[in-house]
C-alpha cells in the first residue's frame, strides 16, 4: 500500500489514514475531540449541559463500590454524566494553581503582553528582522520563545503536571466512590462466572 499520507490527510476522515486506521480498530479524527465553537460559546454551553452540584456534591450518594465490574461502570458513567461538572473543576485547578503562583502570573503576564505588542505592530504593517518580514504565526513563536525563560523559572511544567494529577485524583475519586442512580446500578448486577 503505497500512498501518500502527509499532514494534509491526517484529519481528513476520508483518506486512506482511515483505512489505516481502521487496520488498527480506530479512526483518527482529532478535530472531532475539539470543541468547534469560540470559547465564550463552549463555556457557556458546557454550563447549561452541567447537572446541578447539590446533585454534584451531596454527600450522602457517596459509596464504595462492591467490586471492580462497579467501580469501572461509575467510572465510565460518571464522567460521562458529570462531564461539565469536571470541566468546572478542571478550570478551578487551573485557576487556584494561578492564584499561588505569583512568578506564573508574571510569566503569563510577560507572554500575553509580548502578544499584545504584537497585535498593536501588525495593525500598523508587519514586523521585519534581519531584513525578512515575519509572519503573525512566527510573531507569537517569537513571543513563545522570548516568555520561556520566565515560564521555565517559574515552573509552569511542575505546575501542568500539578494540576493534571490532581485533577485526576479529584475526577477518578469523585467518579468511582458517586452511586449511579437507582435504575443505572441495577443493570451492575453481574452473572457469576
Not at 100 to 117: E, W
Not at 120 to 140: D, N
Not at 165 to 192: C, K, R, W
Request: glycine residues 8%; charged residues 15%; hydrophobic residues 45%.
Amino acid at each position: 500500500m503505497a500512498s501518500k499520507v502527509g499532514p494534509e490527510h491526517l484529519f481528513n476522515p476520508g483518506t486512506e489514514v482511515e483505512a489505516a486506521g481502521s487496520l488498527l480498530g480506530t479512526k483518527i479524527n482529532i478535530p472531532a475531540l475539539l470543541p468547534q465553537v469560540p470559547a465564550k460559546e463552549w463555556l457557556e454551553q458546557q454550563k447549561a449541559t452541567s447537572c446541578t452540584w447539590a446533585n454534584f456534591l451531596d454527600q450522602r450518594r457517596f459509596g464504595k463500590p462492591r467490586n471492580f465490574g462497579e467501580l469501572c461502570k461509575r467510572l465510565v458513567r460518571n464522567v460521562e454524566y458529570f462531564q461539565s461538572n469536571y470541566v468546572f473543576v478542571f478550570l478551578g485547578l487551573i485557576v487556584y494553581c494561578l492564584i499561588t503562583s505569583p512568578l506564573l502570573l508574571i510569566a503569563l503576564a510577560v507572554f500575553f503582553g509580548a502578544c499584545y505588542i504584537i497585535y498593536l505592530k501588525t495593525q500598523q504593517s508587519q514586523l521585519v528582522v534581519f531584513g525578512r518580514e515575519l509572519s503573525t504565526a512566527h510573531q507569537y513563536g517569537l513571543a513563545g520563545g522570548i516568555s520561556f525563560p520566565f515560564f521555565w523559572l517559574a515552573g509552569a511544567g511542575s505546575a501542568v503536571f500539578w494540576v493534571l494529577g490532581a485533577t485526576l485524583v479529584v475526577i477518578g475519586s469523585h467518579a468511582a466512590f458517586h452511586e449511579l442512580e437507582s435504575g443505572e446500578s441495577d443493570e451492575l448486577q453481574m452473572e457469576p462466572v
